[in-house]
Nanobody, 123 residues
Framework: QVQLVESGGGLVQAGGSLRLSCATS????????MAWFRQAPGKEREFVAAITRSGVSTGYADSVKGRFTISKDAAKNTVYLQMTSLKREDTAVYYC????????????????WGQGTQVTVSS
């Protein structure tokens, strides 16, 4: 069983930065693609970023490309999402997810989810 716990969310002004963390426990996450998704009120959950099992490759939604960076620290079993130049439209609950596949952007491919952390960007 893989357990995921997000942290680092909060309230930030537009243009500011935040770093989200996703701590994993149980089975090692070296066998999983790790990703961040987000869900704003009244909207569907959407893909934000993913990093492959090896950590060599990453992918991003067009809306965050160039502003967000996903990374992982295998020694700490932790995945990060560094968010810069935040915009009001980045306001959402952010979820960490793990999938036992090579790479995926669809939420349905992910078997394990964290409880989410709220990110609110004010103008």
């Amino acid at each position: 069983q893989v357990q995921l716990v997000e942290s680092g969310g909060g309230l930030v002004q537009a243009g500011g930065s935040l770093r989200l963390s996703c701590a994993t426990s149980g089975r090692t996450f070296s066998g999983f693609t790790m990703a961040w998704f987000r869900q704003a009120p009244g909207k569907e959950r959407e893909f934000v970023a993913a990093i492959t099992r090896s950590g060599v490759s990453t992918g991003y939604a067009d809306s965050v490309k160039g502003r967000f960076t996903i990374s992982k620290d295998a020694a700490k079993n932790t995945v990060y999402l560094q968010m810069t130049s935040l915009k009001r439209e980045d306001t959402a609950v952010y979820y960490c997810a793990a999938a036992p596949v090579a790479y995926a952007v669809r939420a349905s491919s992910y078997d394990y989810w964290g409880q989410g952390t709220q990110v609110t960007v004010s103008s």
